[in-house]
Nanobody, 114 residues
Framework: QVQFVESGGGLVQPGESLTLSCEVS????????MGWYRQAPGKQREMVAN??????FYADSVKGRCTISRDNAKSTVLMELNNLTPEDTGVYYC?????????WGQGTQVTVSS
């Protein structure tokens, strides 16, 4: 069964930065995409940043202050998010597409508050 290890969430102050890390293991097929999604209270889950076959994609709300990178050898994806605002608060989920199937991590809470 595909395993996720997510880290980097927590409480941060407005204007600060954080880096979320996700490592996937126990898989058998090619990982075609990895990325981060978030769900704010009372809202639907949305993409924050994603990598697919070497291309990167960002939500409009984070463009210019977000960088996603993937280490294929370690099956890890890192996402750095800068200049955080309270609107960035939510549960952040790592997503991987493996062999055409979609898998999700358990999520990590990010709270931006002073």
């Amino acid at each position: 069964q595909v395993q996720f290890v997510e880290s980097g969430g927590g409480l941060v102050q407005p204007g600060e930065s954080l880096t979320l890390s996700c490592e996937v293991s126990e898989y058998k097929f090619t990982i075609s995409a990895m990325g981060w999604y978030r769900q704010a209270p009372g809202k639907q889950r949305e993409m924050v940043a994603n990598t697919r076959w070497g291309d990167t994609f960002y939500a409009d709300s984070v463009k210019g202050r977000c960088t996603i990178s993937r280490d294929n050898a370690k099956s890890t994806v890192l996402m750095e998010l800068n200049n955080l605002t309270p609107e960035d608060t939510g549960v952040y989920y790592c997503r991987a597409v493996i062999g055409g199937w979609e898998y999700w991590g358990q999520g990590t809470q990010v709270t931006v508050s002073s």
